[in-house]
Nanobody, 128 residues
Framework: VQLQASGGGLVQAGGSLRLSCAGSGFTFDDYAIGWFRQAPGKEREAVSSISTSSGRTYYADSVKGRFTISSDNAKNTVYLQMNSLNPEDTAVYYC??????????????????????WGQGTLVTVSS
């Protein structure tokens, strides 16, 4: 199982970025993919997740209304569209795969320990 995150970069406050998470080695549309982030000096935290078969999503309160997660199962890729970025969004963003079944419960979606495989991070820097 491999996950490859990409799309990070430097953007000004108010700008947008789209992150991609490409998966391989597993049946992509049978499982859930989550996005997490870790800012300097802080713990890794959940951002969003999607159950790729049903499309059910989870968003952290801090990103609701600004970020949108989606999946293209034909391309084995999950996207995170990030709009209205602010400096507090600066972090390394990671994607992870939950292989416990086609759905991840909302209560579990933010639990880092529920995810089985992690990709390398992609750095997002938002300047003020």
């Amino acid at each position: 199982v491999q996950l490859q995150a990409s799309g990070g970069g430097l953007v000004q406050a108010g700008g947008s970025l789209r992150l991609s998470c490409a998966g391989s080695g597993f049946t992509f549309d049978d499982y859930a993919i989550g996005w997490f982030r870790q800012a300097p000096g802080k713990e890794r935290e959940a951002v969003s997740s999607i159950s790729t078969s049903s499309g059910r999503t989870y968003y952290a309160d801090s990103v609701k209304g600004r970020f949108t997660i989606s999946s293209d199962n034909a391309k084995n890729t999950v996207y995170l569209q990030m709009n209205s970025l602010n400096p507090e969004d600066t972090a390394v963003y990671y994607c992870a795969a939950y292989l416990g079944g086609p759905e991840i419960a909302t209560a579990q979606a933010s639990d880092l320990g529920m995810y089985d495989y992690w990709g390398q991070g992609t750095l997002v820097t938002v300047s003020s």
